[in-house]
């Protein structure tokens, strides 16, 4: 019974979560065959934020959560606004925007150019991003 006890005492207080956009479609210029610099493309993003959360957001402090909806139309203009010859630069200039809190920890953006190939449902790309930890003991003995 005391393990039992124990075991329903301890904090199940989570530490991260995760945001999860999924299937955000969008038009934009990507390529550089001459028809793609003159007629948009869809796109179809998928976004994953992991970031740290403490225990004023599961109070629900709006203040203190991670704002998806401010991130998604930050994308949204960069992508519908832009013009880019590769995925790659697609995706990185999206990926920049999603890590840019302080709190996120790691995300990912994969993006999909439906139709890019002629017997493919679509082309897809993804980026990743972690944050650089630094450990106490790393941090000490540049300080030595």
């Known amino acids: 019974m005391s393990e039992i006890n124990s075991f329903t005492?301890?904090?199940s207080q989570p530490s991260c979560a995760t945001?999860?956009?999924?299937?955000?479609?969008?038009?934009?210029?990507?390529?550089?065959?001459?028809?793609?610099?003159t007629k948009k493309?869809?796109?179809?993003?998928n976004i994953e934020?992991?970031?740290?959360?403490?225990?004023?957001?599961?109070?629900?402090?709006?203040?203190?959560?991670?704002?998806?909806?401010?991130?998604?139309?930050?994308?949204?203009?960069?992508?519908?606004?832009?013009r880019f010859l590769l995925l790659e630069k697609l995706a990185s200039d999206v990926l920049s925007i999603c890590s840019e809190h302080p709190g996120i920890q790691s995300?990912?953006?994969?993006?999909?150019?439906?139709h890019a190939l002629r017997f493919a449902d679509s082309v897809s790309l993804?980026?990743?991003?972690?944050?650089?930890?630094?450990?106490?003991?790393?941090?000490l003995e540049k300080a030595s």
């Open 49 to 82: 934020i992991n970031y740290g959360i403490d225990g004023l957001v599961l109070q629900d402090h709006i203040d203190d959560a991670l704002n998806y909806k401010t991130i998604t139309k930050r994308v949204i203009s960069l992508v519908e606004e832009g």
């Open 41 to 45: 493309q869809d796109v179809v993003l």
């Open 107 to 114: 995300s990912s953006v994969t993006i999909d150019k439906p």
């Open 9 to 11: 005492n301890r904090s």
């Open 126 to 139: 993804t980026l990743k991003y972690r944050a650089e930890v630094v450990s106490t003991h790393q941090f």
């Open 19 to 37: 945001i999860n956009i999924k299937n955000l479609r969008l038009r934009t210029f990507i390529g550089f065959n001459p028809d793609e610099k």
